[in-house]
Nanobody, 120 residues
């Protein structure tokens, strides 16, 4: 089992920045691909960003490319999402997720989420 706990959400004005953190425990963190997803009210959950085990390969949704940066610190068992130039449409609950690609294709561990609200 992998436990994921997000933090760092809050209320920010448009154009501002936030950094989300996701602390992992339970298994060897460096074995896992880590991702961030978000879900806005009335919408389906969507992919935001992902990072491989080493931190050298990252992918982003087009909607956040150039504004958000995902990173990880394997020594601290933590993954981060730096969010800059925030827009009201970034308002959502943000979830951290993990998967070990040696065994599964889909993310199978999820955090409880942290609310991000961007005011216009």
């Amino acid at each position: 089992q992998v436990q994921l706990v997000e933090s760092g959400g809050g209320l920010v004005q448009a154009g501002g920045s936030l950094r989300l953190s996701c602390a992992a425990s339970g298994r060897t963190f460096s074995n896992y691909v880590m991702g961030w997803f978000r879900q806005a009210p009335g919408k389906e959950r969507e992919f935001v960003a992902a990072i491989d085990w080493s931190g050298t390969a990252t992918t982003y949704a087009n909607s956040v490319k150039g504004r958000f940066t995902i990173s990880r610190d394997n020594a601290k068992n933590t993954v981060y999402l730096q969010m800059n130039s925030l827009k009201p449409e970034d308002t959502a609950v943000y979830y951290c997720a993990a998967k070990n690609p040696a065994y599964v294709k889909e993310y199978n561990y999820w955090g409880q989420g942290t609310q991000v609200t961007v005011s216009s």
